[in-house]
């Protein structure tokens, strides 16, 4: 595992510094808020008409997003699968200090998607279920995976090029449904006509504060 900090973004949540990469997990500008914005609001928010939502998330890091989704799946008693990838799994002495809420109830539910078990599907309450793979995307089989939903939340393609090559992107978004909603922070030119030659309908929307733009793509 590369060396991991802790530190605490302007909306007063916290996230995690990569020195290896010299990147952070999340938006300096506020971690909670970028993932609400990025990928609840314009992801989430947009399939949660479906019976059940089916999600793929790349890049499970410190677990935020996993925790929103869960505690949106409650709140709208909707059924979630979610299915996350993670090469470099935060170790048990940080994740359990980084504190998203003071609700009792809350936090145990963030702590049982850490603690729950990889490679293999665990149901955490009447609404939502977790399958972690501790694999990097080009080494995972996703063929036999469709999705409504993908969170791709790698790291920035300038730190990790390899994610956001066509290849990858082909592989991912082959787990799309017809209509499937792709989300993630990144809104590079290169990105979009790559999305956009993968027959995605490429939406570039207003970023969460600090950024100017996100993308939201549709499959056709």
């Not at 970028?34 to 890091?61: A, P």
């Not at 996993?66 to 090469?87: C, F, G, H, P």
């Not at 003071?102 to 293999?120: C, D, G, M, R, Y």
């Not at 969460?208 to 549709?218: D, L, N, Q, T």
Request: net charge neutral.
């Amino acid at each position: 595992m590369n060396t991991i900090k802790i530190i605490t973004t302007h909306d007063g949540s916290p996230s995690l510094w990569n020195e290896e990469l010299q990147e952070t997990y999340h938006s300096r500008h506020g971690a909670i808020q970028e993932s609400v914005h990025v990928f609840i609001k314009q992801g989430l928010d947009q399939v949660g008409h479906l019976q059940t939502v089916r999600v793929l998330e790349i890049g499970l890091g410190t677990g935020l997003n996993a925790w929103l989704t869960a505690s949106w799946a409650i709140r709208n008693q909707k059924a979630v699968q979610y299915y996350t990838l993670e090469r470099y799994p935060v170790p048990d002495s940080i994740w359990r200090q980084l504190n998203y809420t003071q609700v009792a109830t809350e936090s145990t539910l963030f702590q049982n998607i850490h603690l729950a078990p990889w490679q293999q599907w665990s149901q955490l309450n009447s609404y939502f279920s977790i399958y972690k793979a501790e694999e990097s995307l080009q080494e995972v089989v996703l063929k036999d995976w469709q999705v409504d939903l993908i969170y791709f939340d790698a790291f920035a393609p300038n730190k990790q090029p390899e994610m956001w090559e066509l290849p990858m992107l082909k592989k991912v978004i082959a787990t799309l449904s017809k209509g499937g909603v792709f989300v993630t922070y990144c809104a590079k030119g290169q990105f979009k006509r790559d999305l956009k030659s993968f027959e995605m309908k490429v939406e570039s929307l207003p970023g969460p504060p600090g950024k100017r733009e996100m993308v939201r793509a549709i499959k056709l």
